[in-house]
């Protein structure tokens, strides 16, 4: 029974600190997997109210530990982590139905299980709707899902794994038009051991244990693909194996213990995870939790041999790499014995016996005993799991016995050339021993895989990146050469050929060398291509990304924490982004503030949110000492420390360097005192800059500014007259360029953004840089040397004869102000009224190229007074002006443009 089926307005605050407003996608590593469909939950993207939630009883964890202290000492009953609550929630009688704006229906429960540190379910009726998506968001900001139709095997179960934490959200999104379809929730499960390794280190099992990863695993590497560790009930732990078959085909049959079987042998709602181990051999390090498959069917079972014979409702995907183990049907007794398991739930080990195995009755089964393990053990949880003989074929599967580290003795496993006469039906008959079969070996000749990038993920602080790309050969010829193209989102792109001798089935590192980073969200690609000079086989492997981002603005997060740091965790996002995230921390003995080592984060320009999670719900402060937080630097300023779930803070970031030029364009500016804004008035300018598609170098970030048409209507002496461009170089003499922005130039000389009124703001670090203007049919003009830029925004006149620029005559005097040249009309910073590349004949060819008195109106560069019409002969036109500025006398004279 629940002791509070719906809950009051009250105890709805739990669902308010979880629901959508507080979640964040984690963009750079999904927290969570099954045999999934993707997306993201439509909720993220929404205000929406909170919906009606379930608070599950509290357990008595002394006393389940107290029956813990019992049954782990039994192998032959599952490792139990949970307590399981039986329910009846569906789509009537719980949550908050939601219509959204586009018709479509939302569905959502919220489930707490006070104090848990994990929480898991099954739906006992599945029928989504066609269409139909669900997910299962936690209270921190990750999700899994979707779930659909497409996992539903016509059994309409499904169990769902173990999401952290004590609260979670139920989301069920259906189409506007078609069915409602029905889910039914029927088992909640209160994970109470961190069985899922959530809250705590690993480890769990003895110390005798060896990882898989270490080199007593090589000669095992196959056999260990194909262990999975499976979740019982929703409240248990379990080992077992995939299977190989006659016929090879990959058929996902899995062999695993009798005594793992619930009473009434459904097994549609377990868990199978595969792959769970550690990357480090002396290390207990948390492996890959987010490969997993959802129900199975139990085709085969006997208490005389302690087997269980099922099918997955899913075959594991490539991506897990899973093998089939071979099998041994003869009951010849081997000579030595291998077992892979999870112990105690714990990360995958692997144990050996170096001597010949006797036979033995074990609980009434027929079993092989293992006299004494010489490497390793087994323990509670290693139920199920394989023995696999000398020649690395299946014998039997683990029932019960003695053994641990303190006393290794004593293991028994029921007998596969006795169970076999039953799993016959499914494994077929192809003599007495079958080898394993490998659905991923290769069978093309020319596979080049890119499989992952490292050194180029989450936030980055240094502007530029070293990332690897590991490649593997994926096919059955030698590789001695290849190709690999990489690209950030931003456009930069390099190529890196490869030479050397990479065998069938084994990888290599390749640096992609130094990458410098513009600020941003960033993805970078890297490809993988011709094999040996040739055409890759296999091309839907040959591409892997990584998401980061960098930015100028560094802030620093400062954390205190009281007693429970294992219960904080924090993030910072944008939208559904995370850009950098903690936690959890170390619980400590006593009571007090703890502060931890300050963390910099370096953000692109832009608003963000800082979130907080306390999983215990009291905050930071002030019961078991004085916790708090802070965030600062580049304008951001957060504090807290005080609050019940999440605190979640916005801020932002402005960081670089600001900018106030002024400059007047000698073709709109004639006499002065401002600049007509002719282009303006007549609606020519373009709300996107002009100078990337006329081929202008960009760079730190620069180009593909756009305003808008508000900005465009405002008139005076503020109103626009026309894009430039503003360059920083370096003020090394080499003046290479650091950073452009696309400005708008008012009428009376000021620079401005694309908001018509703030300067412009470079993303680089402040100090000393030449500063240029650049005009699309203007020549350029640069500052005589480097000028002090930082947040406090510098002033740069060009309209002045007292602001010194490089060059000579670099600017023409027209009264008593300073302009920039005019007639440039093809942009190549010189002019030119004969000759080859001359200005003046462009004009000529805009208007037709034969009839001198002609006219055209719009946005074009021989437009060099910005008129807004382009004349070659009469009153007010272009040509002429192109003619004085060379002299006025010599035709074949020419102006240069004063710019190193």
Known sequence: ???????????????????????GITLFSNAYAQVEHGGVPVSLNRSLEQPVGVRLPNVDVAALAAQDAVNDQDKSIPWRFGKNHAVSLDLDNSGTWTTLDD?????????????ALSVNFEFHDYRPAPGGRIFVLDQWGGHIGAFTAANDDGGHVLGVQAVKGARIIVEYHVPAAGPRGDLRIGQVTHGYRDVFHYARGLGDSGTCNNNVICPEGDPWRDQIRSVAMITVSGSGICTGTLINNCAQNGTPYFLTANHCLPGNLNVSTWVFRFNWQSGSCASDLNGPT???????????????TDVALLQLNSTPPSTYNVYYSGWDRSGTTPTAQTCIHHPSGDIKKISFDTNSPTQATYGGASCWRIATWEDGTTEPGSSGSGLWDQNKRLIGQLYGGDANCSNNVNDYFGRMDLSFPLLQTWLGTCGNTLNGYDPNAPVLALDA?????AGASGNNCSGSVSPT???RNGGTTTLTSFLINWSLSTGASGSIPWTGSLISGSSTNVPLGNISLVPGLLTLTATVSAPNGGVDQATGNNAVSSNLSYGPGTVTFNLTLDRYGNETTWLIRTGSTTIASGGPYTQQAANGAYPQAAVNICLPDGCYELVVNDSYGDGMCCSFGNGSFSLSGSGASVTGGTFTTSSVNAFCVQSGVLLNAQVFLEGPYAAGPSMSDALRAGNLIPTTEPYSALGFAQAGGGGGETTTSGVLAVTGTSAIVDWVLVELRSAAPAYTLVATRCGLLQSDGDIVGVDGTSPLRFAVAAGNYFVVVKHRNHLGVMTASAVALSSTAAVVNF?????ATYGTDARKTVGSAQALWAGDCNSNGQLL??????????????IGGTVPTNSVNGYYREDVNLSGTVLYTGSGNDRDIILQNIGGVVPTNARSQQLP
Do not use: K
């Not at 895989?449 to 990038?453: E, K, P």
């Not at 009224?833 to 805009?846: A, E, F, K, M």
């Open 449 to 453: 895989q890119a499989t992952s990038i």
């Open 833 to 846: 009224y004969t000759g080859s590349g001359n200005d003046r004949d462009i004009v000529l060819s805009r």
């Open 469 to 471: 790309l590991t490649v």
């Open 290 to 304: 987010n490969q997993t498959v959802s129900g199975a069917t139990l085709l085969a079972n006997s208490a005389g």
């Open 103 to 115: 018709g479509s229906r939302l569905w959502r429960l919220g489930l707490e299980c006070p104090g």
């Open 799 to 803: 309209r002045s004869s007292a602001q």
């Open 1 to 23: 029974m629940l002791d509070h089926l719906f809950v009051t307005t009250m105890e709805r605050s739990f669902l308010r600190a979880v629901g959508p407003v507080v979640f």
